[in-house]
């Protein structure tokens, strides 16, 4: 079953820049480590739904950045490079890209799978609320991306497994809110459980919703 989880950002300048939410998903890491999982799973979002062994590499030259990670040709997509970053050397279990636009009930069933595969399983999921929060932002200005990011933010802080199996995948596409598919397979990985949540984290500095988080059963 589900244990703990994490939830970071998929966002590259999490790795080189952004020491205060860097810092804070550090934090959410360790303590889902410190839950001791048998079973470390990463979860994030990518064009296509795609499993990978936990020793996959990835690289961020692509955006500019030369870091790698892992062993092998580069073969994980943005959101699993950057967990794997964060892991700091901690290899996980298995690493899973789930496509952006994944169905609701895709994503929970993967989640319910993932959350099955050990006694004690814990997820590193990436993802990224709105990127439509301000007239700076990457996706069109929006007024309903506020609340949208809002409502994630409080599910992630109070470990509220039900709003995020409630998020609506088309209005989540309309908000540019990528890391809606992650955060549905972290519901379908807790089931009706109750985890405590506590929000490490939340801004929006280029206008696209950022947060850490931890959750403990």
Known sequence: MLVAAAVCPSTPLVVLGMPELRSACRS?????????????????GAEATRSYEGSAAGTLRPWGLDRAVGRGEPVLPLSLTVARLLLSGEEPA????????????????????????????ALLVMADGSACLSPRAPGKHDEAAGPYNEMIVKAVGGGDAAVLAALDAAQADRLWVSGRAALQVLAGAAGGRAYRGRLLAAAAPYGVGYLAGAWLA
Do not use: K, M, N, Y
């Not at 999982?37 to 994030?44: A, E, K, Q, Y």
């Not at 690493?95 to 399983?121: I, P, Q």
């Open 28 to 44: 959410a890491i360790a303590s889902v480590l410190e839950a001791r999982p048998d079973t470390l799973i990463v979860v994030g």
């Open 94 to 121: 298995s690493l899973h890209a789930v496509a952006f636009d994944a169905t609701t009930a895709g994503c929970l069933a993967l989640g319910e799978s993932l959350g099955g595969s050990g006694e004690r399983v």
